[in-house]
Structures are given as structure tokens and as C-alpha cells.
């Protein structure tokens, strides 16, 4: 039986190893979508990213014999200790074969990094915190992940629960189809005409003239609004601006709708054309011409995420968000759009689940977020 070792990433060689493992492990998975390959570098650190600023990670290979069987990232997420007042470690961008050897070398390792510094709970998978991509995926395996969402073989859950991790939170993806929309809209149009006319609501596409402000507004909405929510750290400002820059080129102005009271924007809705697709085309290679094939003809894919919906909290008892999702019914439709999904919602969110529900939205697909120690 080979001998299982596992090494922290100091080299170029090893960061190497690190990003290229998926494309080895997945290769025999019709499923498997690989990941933007320039994004995976800023978001494990290896080249600057403004989540890294405050924040700290060690990477780490394991090793079988003198084979790469595993990754891991360790986590020192303070903006998390911060707000929530607590030491905890996160890991991410675990990837194993199955083999509990391996796995659990891995997680002997993150823990020993974060008992350098004083640290005994650890928490994840997050990718690497809850505004990217986390979650294991643990049910709904017979189709592709989404855009943005994570995918993982069905073992990696035994891998997690035999190494001692247990759930802290299940994350839900709901599936909707075009044809279910003008039942959902005879129900919600009575109603949200009366919101708008009560409180004098305007609806608005992002603005195309200033898209990358737009862009920033919507995500500063997002961060305002999910201050109450289970485990969210707001975004830094640089963190803003950055994804605001790599959206502004994903993100369809016609999808993508702000609420307004009084001139002022309280509450925003934004959906993504669904690149999977197109990013298994290019193998994850947005250079030298992925990007134009990612990025031509949007209007030809029919599946849009819907990341989002979030209204500020002192308007979020008042409706607003049925009036987002009222508006954003018929831009759909004009789009061409045949299917959506709605991902991530929080186990514990029960007002959006019940919304879904309501609406005929299917649940598909189930993710996890474990925790670890005392």
C-alpha cells in the first residue's frame, strides 16, 4: 500500500499540481464542468485577489506514493472571526480519491495549520467564502452544476462525515421551466400592482450607459441586504469592485432589474445566462479566444441562474421582491428563456423556500456546509 504524504503549495510546480488535479480526477465525468483557470488562481491566492487582503490561505497536496491524489485549502477567514465573534477555520477546493486515506490527511493537515494560530473549529467546503462558490454537493447528481456552482463526486460525502465533519447548513437549488409562468404570474400580477401603485414602485433594467456602476449598485444592495443572514460577511469594497469588473461582461442588462422608491434603488434582482456549456467548450481557457466563444450570441442560451433576489432590509416586509420577480417574468420571456435556477437558498431561509414551493419550483440539487470541532 503506498504511502500517503501530504506537502503545503510553496512552488510553481505545486500550484501547478494543485489547479490541473480536477482536469486528472473528472476526466471520465460527463458532468464535470472545469473551472475559469484564470479565476482559480486569485481565488486560492496564488495571485492577488482583494478577498486575500484581510484574509490568509495555505494550500496543500497530498500525495500517494509519488502520485497527486488530493488538494486542500486552509482558510483564515477574519472578516467571518470578526463578525461573528469566533475562531474558526475554513477549508475549500477540497478535491480527494476515493481513498479516506487521503482525505483525512488532508484535513490532518488544515487542522494542524489552524492550530498554529490558535484555532480548533473549521467549517466548509467554501471556495472561498460564502459570497463565491460552497457546498458539497450531495444530491442531484444526474445533471451539470449550474454556472457558479460547485459539482463533486458522491463519495466526497463519506470522505467528509468519516473524518468527523458533521451538517451545519444545507444549501437547495430549485429548477423552474417557461411554462410554469403564467400560472405564477395570473397569481402574482393582482398583487403586485397594488405594491406599486401603494408605494409608487418603479422597475428598472441595469443601465447600459453606466453598466459598471449599475453593476457595483446591485452588489452593494446584495451585501446591504443579506447583513441578517446565516454565516454572510459582506464583501469589501475592492471585493465589489472586483467581481463588478468580471460581471460586467457576464451579466445580460435585460435580466438584471433594480427596484426603486423615490429615485432610490432599494432592492435589485440579477440572472446569469447559464456558460457552463460554453466553458466546457473551452476547457476553462478564456486565452487567447475562449472568451470570445464564451461570450458571443448570449441570447442563444435558454438557462439563466437567478442568483438573486435582495431588498434592503428596512423594505423587505413590504413586497418588493414579488414585484422583482414579476418584472423580471416578461424580460424572460422576451429573451427566449426556457429554464431557470434558483441557487443557492439557505436550508434556513424558509420564506424564499416556501416562495419556490409555491410557485412550482422543483428542488434539485442539495449542498452541505460541515462543521468540525468543539
Known amino acids: 500500500m503506498s504511502e500517503i504524504t501530504v506537502r503545503p503549495v510553496r512552488t510553481r510546480w505545486e500550484q501547478k499540481q494543485f489547479l490541473e488535479f480536477p482536469w486528472r480526477l473528472y476526466r471520465d465525468d460527463p458532468n464535470w464542468v472545469p473551472p475559469l483557470r484564470n479565476n482559480q488562481r486569485g481565488l486560492v491566492g496564488f495571485v492577488p485577489h482583494p478577498f486575500y487582503e484581510r484574509n490568509e490561505a495555505q494550500a496543500f497536496l497530498a500525495f500517494r506514493g509519488n502520485e497527486v491524489a488530493g488538494r486542500i485549502l486552509a482558510i483564515l477567514n477574519r472578516g467571518h472571526n470578526e463578525r461573528f465573534n469566533e475562531q474558526r477555520g475554513f477549508f475549500g477546493f477540497f478535491e480527494s480519491v476515493d481513498d479516506e486515506r487521503v482525505a483525512h490527511a488532508l484535513f490532518d493537515a488544515v487542522r494542524a495549520w489552524f492550530a498554529q494560530r490558535g484555532i480548533e473549529k473549521l467549517r466548509g467546503p467554501t471556495n472561498p467564502s460564502l459570497n463565491y462558490e460552497l457546498g458539497l454537493l450531495i444530491d442531484g447528481f444526474d ?13 466526497y460525502e463519506r470522505l467528509i462525515e468519516s473524518y468527523g465533519f458533521r451538517k451545519t447548513q444545507d444549501l437547495y437549488a430549485y429548477w423552474g421551466h417557461v411554462s410554469m409562468l403564467p400560472k405564477i404570474r395570473e397569481k402574482l400580477k393582482p398583487v403586485c400592482d397594488k405594491i406599486v401603485e401603494r408605494y409608487n414602485v418603479k422597475i428598472r433594467m441595469l443601465n447600459k450607459r453606466r453598466f459598471l456602476e449599475d453593476v457595483e449598485l446591485f452588489l452593494s444592495i446584495y451585501n446591504r441586504s ?3 443572514t446565516w454565516g454572510f460577511v459582506p464583501m469589501t469594497p475592492a471585493e465589489v469592485r472586483h467581481m463588478a469588473k468580471g460581471l460586467r461582461w457576464l451579466m445580460v442588462p435585460e435580466l438584471a432589474l433594480g427596484v426603486e422608491v423615490d429615485g432610490r434603488v432599494v432592492g435589485a434582482v440579477f440572472c446569469l445566462p447559464d456558460y457552463n456549456q460554453r466553458i466546457k467548450e473551452i476547457d476553462g481557457r478564456l486565452f487567447p479566444f475562449g472568451f470570445i466563444h464564451l461570450l458571443r450570441n448570449k441570447r442563444a442560451i435558454k438557462r439563466v441562474r437567478v442568483i ?6 428596512e423594505y423587505q416586509l413590504l413586497g418588493f421582491g414579488l414585484v422583482l420577480l414579476d418584472g423580471l417574468v416578461p424580460k424572460a420571456l422576451e429573451w427566449g428563456i426556457e429554464e431557470a435556477e434558483f441557487s443557492w437558498v439557505l436550508e434556513s431561509n ?10 412550482g419550483a422543483k428542488l434539485t440539487k442539495t449542498y452541505r456546509l460541515y462543521d468540525f470541532g468543539p
Do not use: C, Q
Open 143 to 155: 445533471s451539470p452544476p449550474t454556472f457558479m456552482m460547485t459539482y463533486n463526486p458522491p463519495y
Open 226 to 228: 443579506l447583513i441578517n
Open 308 to 313: 438573486s433576489t435582495n431588498v434592503l432590509p
Open 350 to 359: 424558509a420564506l424564499s423556500r416556501g416562495s419556490l414551493e409555491k410557485g
